[in-house]
């Protein structure tokens, strides 16, 4: 799904349409592009009277002329660039969205075919391997491998099944193996990738509070600055200080701060485009401003911060019990458990005992976050449990001796416990193995150095998420949580001023997504998870809010960066034009004219021209973002004001004085 | 009273300069008023 950044024909889009968005109704919505426009029309029709009249400023006038639309234009392009980059993602994105034939799946069990456009939420399709998914659902039957290529970039297939995490497909990905039962969760045209492409194509970009508030501090400058230049020969007849309005228009284009003005909807659409290229797409650029914002990440310890597929280690006896009966027990109890834990539970008893045969089964007991406990009630009248200690300490009918230590033992390893039993009669302990992902410490220490705090949230015991805590070297944990708990954590650290990040899949995960600042949702997680968040994972990769963060902060930066420099220059402006302007009719204010410009028209003309040609070289930066490292505030801080600060500060100075010689060897300048 | 009028209208018609300096500064408070604007209603632009 990624382009290169200036492919050919993102560039010829965005020269045709940087052209379209030259009309005044469109720069309109940026006020110092429009009082710039305005300026030039107003400066060609001066030109253009200059040549008629054979005036002798006609050349100047002309050249300040070109040099203001080219101003407008540099910035248009700009925007046209970003959009286009977008468009070109939405568009390959549309390539995917393709009309194929379904088999649907009758109530009565018939299958007919149907064309994917027909089906709605609710019916049952069946998908065999080579088949593409004709809409978005959730599998309700069997496992394969899908290639989600055509959405992610990512060649590597993923598997989905029903149970578990993984049961979200996406319609336009493909099927590679086996058959897929799946129920259709979105009616024709609603489909995920009808909103991604909507997203990704930006028809519906709102200005985000930092732009707006940033908006509004450019059109005061320039309403302060306009003030003064439409009074400027009025009050300055007085001193007998007189312009041509030509070049009161020329200092109106320099003093304001046009290269922010300019960049700053390209600025804005390049970083939300940023996410989108790390196959995460953004409902809006404000969540991308809130990523920069964070304080606190709230990760999850399975799947985040551990390997996530945990799986069964031993089978440990209790009391009397031998291993023979705990890996029995453990095998009843997981027998008809879908997930990757209850999967690999069922393998490695049938590793142990070969002979293992499939019991009937009365009744299903599936697991769930707040019981804790699953399990099933077989058709001879056991009922075989499996769960966590803390619940199952109270359901079972008796405490062995060493149970606590077998507990304890395995959670002091990072490790799960899971707890057997029998008519309620404890037999054993299944040891399921997590590990720390590689790297992960090193991530977290990053967010630390950044001034973020982590903490992991678990449904384990406390001694597992401590010893994984401690592994990790997350800053805080909540152990034995339910998914409710994510909610009041949220909103605790929210209330102590904080802006808040956190990721999540499931259903319960929904409402803590809704209420963080920054809710990233996995795209193999449920709709509901995926309609509360503001942000969607493609890869369904918890690990990637962390870079989600720093793609906000780069964001942030960059604005920041190229405001400080675009001031810093006006700022560095003053003193390099107006004493050149002042020198003649004010001569002690020639002691400012250290760089010694040629003449007023020269100094007006040079300034513009830097004025103008610092958006274009600037280009690139507002596109790319400004280059982030993992640091604490005050030493970015330090190094992006020595940077475009002072960078800003010297820029003119050198870059004016160059130009001016250069116009006056090239004689183009009266 | 006539008089006077007249000869400000003769000044204004025989100095181009006046007259583009007069839109200029026409000009100029028509976008001070949409600067105004945006101050105070920046969501809509």
């Not at chain 1, 909610?487 to 904080?498: D, L, M, R, Y």
């Not at chain 2, 200029?24 to 969501?43: N, S």
């Amino acid at each position: 799904m990624s382009n290169g950044v200036y492919s050919r024909k993102i560039l010829v889009d965005a020269f045709a349409d940087s052209i379209k968005k030259l009309s005044p109704r469109h720069v309109i919505g940026n006020p110092v592009m429009f009082v710039v426009e305005v300026s030039f029309f107003f400066a060609l029709i001066l030109a253009i009277g200059a040549w008629i009249f054979g005036s002798s400023v006609a050349l100047f006038n002309t050249e300040i002329s070109i040099l203001l639309l080219l101003t407008v234009w540099f910035s248009t392009f700009a925007e046209a660039l970003s959009e286009g980059r977008g468009r070109a993602q939405a568009e390959s994105l549309r390539k995917t969205r393709k009309e194929v034939r379904a088999q649907k799946i009758a109530d009565d069990g018939t299958i007919t075919e149907v064309d994917s456009s027909e089906l709605v939420k609710g019916d049952r399709v069946i998908v065999r391997a080579g088949d593409t998914i004709p809409n978005d659902g959730d599998v309700i039957k069997g496992s394969g491998s899908v290639d989600e290529s055509a959405i992610t970039g990512e060649s590597a297939p993923v598997i989905r099944e029903s149970g578990g995490d993984f049961t979200s497909v996406t319609g336009g990905t493909t099927l590679l193996s086996d058959e897929l039962l799946i129920e259709i969760t979105a009616n024709p045209g609603e489909s995920f990738l009808d909103k991604m492409i909507a997203l990704v194509e930006g028809a519906t970009r709102q200005k985000t509070p930092n732009e707006l508030a940033l908006t509004t501090v450019l059109a005061g400058f320039t309403w302060i600055l306009t003030v003064i230049i439409i009074t400027f020969n009025t009050l300055g007849s007085f001193l007998g200080v007189t312009s041509d309005i030509t070049v009161l228009y020329g200092l109106l284009a320099c003093l304001a701060p046009t290269t922010i003005g300019g960049l700053l909807p390209a600025i804005g659409i390049a970083g939300m485009d940023r996410v989108t290229q790390f196959n995460v797409i953004a409902t809006s650029g404000r969540a991308v401003e809130a990523a920069g914002d964070v304080n606190t990440i709230i990760l999850d310890k399975t799947g985040t911060i551990t390997i996530g597929n945990r799986l069964a280690e031993e089978f440990i006896p209790l009391g009397d019990k031998t291993e023979a009966d705990v890996t029995r027990a453990s095998y009843l109890s997981s027998v008809c458990d879908e997930t990757p834990e209850g999967r690999s539970i069922v393998a490695l008893a049938q590793k142990l005992i070969p002979d293992l045969t499939r019991p009937d089964v009365k009744n299903v007991i599936e697991f769930s976050a707040s019981t804790k406990m699953s399990g099933v009630d077989l058709a001879d009248g056991r009922e075989v449990r499996k769960g966590a200690f803390d619940v199952m300490s109270d359901y079972v009918r008796y405490v062995p001796q060493g149970f606590r230590e077998v507990i304890d033992g395995i959670a002091q390893r990072g490790a799960t416990p899971l707890v057997v039993s029998v008519d309620r009669e404890p037999i054993g302990v299944i040891h399921l193995k997590d590990t720390v992902k590689p790297g992960m410490r090193e991530r977290l220490q990053e967010l630390r150095e950044m001034g973020i705090k982590t903490i992991m949230v678990t449904g384990d015991n406390r001694l597992t998420a401590a010893t994984i805590a401690a592994e990790a070297g997350v800053d805080d944990y909540v152990a034995e949580s339910k998914p409710e708990d994510k909610i009041k954590i949220v909103e605790a650290e929210q209330k102590q001023g904080k802006i808040v990040a956190m990721t999540g899949d499931g259903t319960n995960d929904a409402p803590a997504l809704a209420q963080a600042d920054v809710g990233l949702a996995m795209n193999s997680g449920t709709q509901a998870a995926k309609e509360a968040a503001n942000m969607i994972d493609l890869d369904s990769d918890p690990t990637k809010l962390i870079a989600v963060v720093g793609i906000g902060k780069q964001l942030l930066m960059t604005r920041g960066s190229i405001t400080t420099f675009s001031v810093v220059t006006d700022f560095a402006k003053y003193f390099t034009i107006l004493p050149a302007i002042f020198a003649a009719t004010l001569p002690a204010i020639s002691k400012l004219d250290f760089i010694n410009l040629q003449s007023p028209h020269s100094a007006i003309l040079s300034a513009v021209i830097f004025n103008t040609f610092v958006i274009l070289a600037l280009i690139p930066l507002a596109m790319r973002g400004v280059k982030y490292k993992p640091k604490d505030a005050t030493s970015t801080l330090v190094r992006n004001v020595a940077v475009y600060g002072i960078g800003g500060l010297l820029t003119p100075f050198i870059a004016i004085k160059a130009i001016d010689l250069l116009v006056n060897y090239l004689h183009i300048v009266v | 009273m006539y008089m006077l009028v007249s000869q400000i209208f003769t000044d204004i018609i025989a100095s181009s300069d006046t007259l583009i300096y007069i839109a200029f500064v026409i000009l100029g408070i028509i976008l001070v008023g949409y600067l105004t604007y945006v101050l105070f209603r920046p969501e809509r632009f």
